[in-house]
């Protein structure tokens, strides 16, 4: 057995208490609650795709992207949770377990469930999600459903 020298175990030291530096820093960044902190949360590669979130006048879209469009395997994979997701919407399901903080607002949205028109499309590096709404009370609480959904992603979200 080698014996390790005093300057790599400075070393070693050093950037054990960088990365714990680092660590302690995440919620600085806001990098706190949901997807971010659970990490891997899907079924499917987090770090090969990027949820697309926006808002329009009448209401929002959700996208799921490979980052790599020749990755059949990673943009089958975002198709196949974002009709998944798609059948939880129509269903008047927009609760998430890594998004507690949206909670309220799903309920509140739930209850709105047929005034709202749900869309699913594939597109060329994944798929998107519409929903969208004739009310302004509902599209307000789809615009305010998903900026929390949005900020809960953290890194994996534009």
Do not use: C, K, N
């Not at 020298?5 to 302690?24: E, K, P």
């Not at 789809?142 to 929390?148: G, T």
């Amino acid at each position: 057995m080698q014996r390790i020298d005093r300057t790599t175990w400075i070393q070693l030291i050093i950037s054990l208490v960088v990365a714990g530096v680092l660590v302690a820093m995440i919620p600085i960044f806001g990098i706190v609650g949901g997807h971010a902190e659970h990490g891997v949360a899907h079924d499917f590669a987090v770090t090969d795709t990027q949820h697309v979130f926006g808002s329009s006048a009448d209401g929002v879209m959700i996208g799921l992207m490979a980052h790599d469009a020749q990755q059949q395997a990673r943009i089958d994979e975002a198709r196949r949770y974002m009709r998944g997701e798609y059948d939880r919407y129509v269903g008047g399901e927009f609760g998430d377990e890594y998004s507690p903080a949206s909670d309220q607002v799903a309920t509140q949205l739930a209850g709105y469930r047929d005034e709202m028109t749900i869309t699913y499309q594939d597109v060329a590096s994944g798929a998107m999600i519409q929903v969208t709404s004739r009310d302004p009370d509902v599209v307000a609480l789809l615009h305010q459903w998903i900026e929390m959904r949005q900020a809960d992603h953290g890194d994996h979200a534009q």
